[in-house]
């Protein structure tokens, strides 16, 4: 039997020939990565004519969100040049990644985050990783401004998508849906808002099929949310607006990139309401167990979208499909991330009752 041991697993481990590291970089991880690939059965359905739904669970990593691929890779190569200390902007995810992982190599670890925009538990996890968290007065597209100006000093590695170490380490998810599937799917769908991870993405699907690990290369249809939508909409959102902060960007990083990614694989890119998104969110919970952020539900959104074809859906993959498509959804954090958003938009009430088992079957109607 194989085993890998125990000190090296992670991305970096499981696909160390298709990474820019060598024998003596210096592997900083937390066993990111081999997320769950599950099958929809309902989305399939709802889908039909034979096609299959699968859902990339990148929740299941260890900060709760898919930026660990790409920050065990920043991070590792940060401490290869001997650097102490590591800054990003970020809208939550990114900073809670890069504060676990600087921790673990003994950096330093800055942020720089909108104020008030940012979750309670993703606020959370920067504070208890111990980075330094500066909330500034500005959204997230003004938070990167500042990042790219104070990381051109010596003394800070920039840990956002814009290092392109981070995009090395997230494209590992392609490779592994291919290697669960046997082959690419037909069509990937994820939300954007920085855009990295659609260029990640894209990039492992296009190095896996040069390599002949796959026959075909997917469609990549990414969704912003409305009121954050610059590349939908072909302009910079000046002021971004969405319930899935998240993905409250207006002037992403990897925009051509991205286009590119849209361009190359004959893709497409659509938006989705806020109350499209929090309406997947909650049908994706209660159908399939599975509990996302807000951002994350926009890629099961737009394929509801999609799928009813409603007539401001775009022309692209997710119309006229094959029999048969094999379709993979990227929900990209984990539902506890951002537990505040569900329980304003709907009311959870608990039952009531006396503390005796009479009066709590009572309660239930039994
Ligand atoms: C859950 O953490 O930009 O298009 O600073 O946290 O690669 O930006 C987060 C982005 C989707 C969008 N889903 O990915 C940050 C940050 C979740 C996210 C995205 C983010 P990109």
Redesign the pocket.
């Known amino acids: 039997m194989f085993r890998q041991p125990l000190h090296d697993r992670g991305v970096i481990a499981r696909y160390r020939a298709h990474l820019p590291v060598s024998a003596t970089t210096p592997v900083v991880s937390l066993n990111e990565g081999s997320t769950p690939l599950i099958h929809s059965s309902r989305l399939s359905a709802k889908v039909g004519r034979g096609c299959e739904v699968y859902i990339k669970y ?2 299941l990593n260890p900060t709760g ?3 660990d691929r790409g920050m065990t890779m920043a991070i590792s190569k940060a401490a290869e040049a001997g650097k102490k200390a590591v800054i ?10 890069a504060a676990a992982y600087a921790t673990r190599a003994g950096m330093e670890c800055v942020v720089l985050l909108p104020a008030g925009k940012i979750s309670a538990g ?1 606020l959370a996890q920067a504070f208890v990783y111990g980075s330094k968290v500066v909330a500034i007065d500005g959204n ?1 597209d003004d938070a ?1 401004n500042l990042v790219r100006e104070i990381g051109a000093r010596d003394e800070f590695e920039v840990v ?2 814009i290092n392109p170490f981070r995009i090395e380490g ?1 494209k590992t998810a392609a490779f592994e849906i291919i290697d669960e599937l046997g082959d690419a799917p037909d069509i990937h769908i ?11 993405y894209w990039k492992g699907y296009v190095e896996y099929h040069n390599l002949a690990c796959s026959t075909k290369r997917p469609h990549m249809a ?1 969704f912003q949310a409305a009121g954050s939508a610059p590349i939908f909409y072909g302009r910079v959102v000046t002021a971004p607006d969405t319930v ?1 902060t ?2 409250r ?1 207006g002037n ?3 925009w051509d990139q ?1 286009k590119a990614a849209i361009h190359d694989s004959a893709g497409s890119i659509d938006i989705v309401t806020d109350h499209e998104i929090l309406e997947a969110q909650a049908w994706l919970a209660a159908n399939e167990g599975i509990f ?5 539900a ?1 890629s099961v959104a737009g394929l509801l979208k999609a799928l009813e074809n409603r007539e401001n859906a775009v022309p692209g993959p997710l119309q006229n499909m094959a029999p048969e498509s094999t379709l993979v959804l ?4 984990h539902g506890l ?1 951002d537990i505040d958003t569900p329980l304003k938009h709907r009311s959870f009430a608990p039952l009531t009752a006396a503390a005796t088992t009479e009066a709590v079957l009572r309660t239930l109607g039994y």
């Open positions: 990148e929740g969100s898919f930026k990003c902007a970020s809208t939550g995810n990114t900073s809670a990644a993703k997230f990167l956002n998508s997230q994820l939300p954007v808002g920085n855009a990295g991870n659609i260029t990640a990414g899935a998240a993905i960007i992403p990083a990897s991205a996302v952020e807000p951002a994350s926009a990227t929900v990209t954090g991330k």
